[in-house]
């Protein structure tokens, strides 16, 4: 069974209608007053400018926009003034010596990498162990 809606009592519709009243008025007080205080600000800006009549900065036709300023002007690329130099000469061939003292053979990376990862897997596997 719905009960029927029931209004609240007159004086507070009173009272709320007076607010809400009171707060439209407000608000257009207050947006007339803005807008005024705006429009004689601009007007004041526009007479110190007339006053003034300074020239603009770009004339129209400066300001303007043509396609040639969407062209990419053609450089020519500078001449290169310094070359790179190596810090030693370099080689055509390597010799053996050069070859011995860099050389990392493959298998070594690959039983190092294998190596590392056991090294990790045992530390996981013992950290559980009490």
């Known amino acids: 069974m719905k009960l029927p809606r029931r ?7 009173i009272v ?7 707060f439209v008025i407000t608000l257009a007080v207050l947006a007339s007053q803005a807008g005024t205080r705006a429009r004689s600000t601009a007007a004041a800006a526009r007479q110190e400018m007339q006053r003034t009549a300074k020239k603009p900065f770009l004339s129209a036709e400066e300001l303007e926009i043509t396609p040639e300023d969407y062209m990419i002007p053609d450089l020519a690329p500078a001449p290169l003034t310094q070359q790179y130099v190596p810090y030693r000469p370099r080689l055509p061939r390597w010799n053996p010596e050069l070859v011995q003292k860099y050389w990392v053979d493959p298998k070594e990376i690959a039983k190092e990498i294998v190596g590392s990862i056991n090294d990790r897997n045992m530390e996981q596997l013992f950290q559980n162990v009490p």
Not at 7 to 13: A, D, Q, T
Not at 16 to 22: H, P, Q, R, T, V
Request: hydrophobic share 65%; no cysteine.
């Open 7 to 13: 209004l609240p009592r007159p004086e507070i519709l």
């Open 16 to 22: 709320a209608g007076a607010a809400f009243l009171a």
